[in-house]
């Protein structure tokens, strides 16, 4: 069984000096300035961008850029932390013990001697215990409030709210589905398609006549979340899509780069082309030949 880390613990004594670098980064006379601007809003995209680089880490098997990416994860909560305990709101302490809490809690199996034969029972558990978590701090918070007419979208809204939006369009869109809010088949989504890119086009001329985006915004947005509905219906993983384009655009982008010399400046879109269509070629050879050649 595991154990707690004693106070001696050489992890414990690098999460405090991390702590203390952190502070020392946000103190008002000594601090860094740039340190000391930061906000839990300005930090937000931080956030976001070190938890998708911990995931490529692990999309790519590093386990050295892992470990440096989940060191800049970390940073992220020990800096919002001192943000919240400067304005005697929070503390790392209160985050770590809360999450212990929380942990235990929604262990019983572990911890409270109760009984999961497997993971999926183990699943059953945790969310039925979060459930009944929601329900009590909706309790403790609103105890004269009425009821939710709108049950579904209201946890739903909860859900995703961590999420990417990618993901949480994802989320929404099975749970959705489930609850039978569906197409009959598959060619009524296709429809969706068409019609959702139509009105894009459209608001992307009418941007374009009036200099306001916000309706193309919109509609970009309604392409995106019916392609995720095709996703779902085939079982295809849009995250996993999009990351996987993102790698194969970069490999043959760089070899197109290396066939100009890192110079495409006033090259003609038919030169570009050829290239682009070269290194294709190139990497579906290489990814084609037998082992050992």
Known sequence: MAHAPSPSDPALAALAELVAVVARLRDPDQGCPWDLEQTHASLLPYVLEEAHEVADAIRHGDDRHLAEELGDLLLQVVLHAQIASEAGRF?????????????VRRHPHVFAGAEAGDSAAVKRSWEAIKAEEQIQHQAANAAEAQPSASPLSDHL??????????????????????????WDDITGVWDKVHEELEELKEAVAEAQASGDTAHAQEELGDVLFTL????????????????????????RFSRV???LGGELQGRSIG????????????IRAENTQPPGC
């Open 257 to 259: 780069e290396a066939a």
């Open 228 to 251: 995720v509905n095709v996703a779902r219906w085939c079982n295809l993983d849009p995250e996993a899509g999009l990351a996987g384009t993102n790698r194969r655009f970069l490999d």
């Open 91 to 103: 503390d790392l302490e209160q985050i770590v013990r809360g999450l212990s809490a929380k942990l």
């Open 157 to 182: 809204a909860r859900k995703v709210r961590g999420q990417a939006a990618l993901a949480g369009a994802m989320t929404i869109s099975r749970k959705a589905a489930a609850a039978g809010f569906e």
């Open 271 to 282: 030169e570009l082309e050829g290239l682009w269509r070269q290194a294709k070629a190139e």
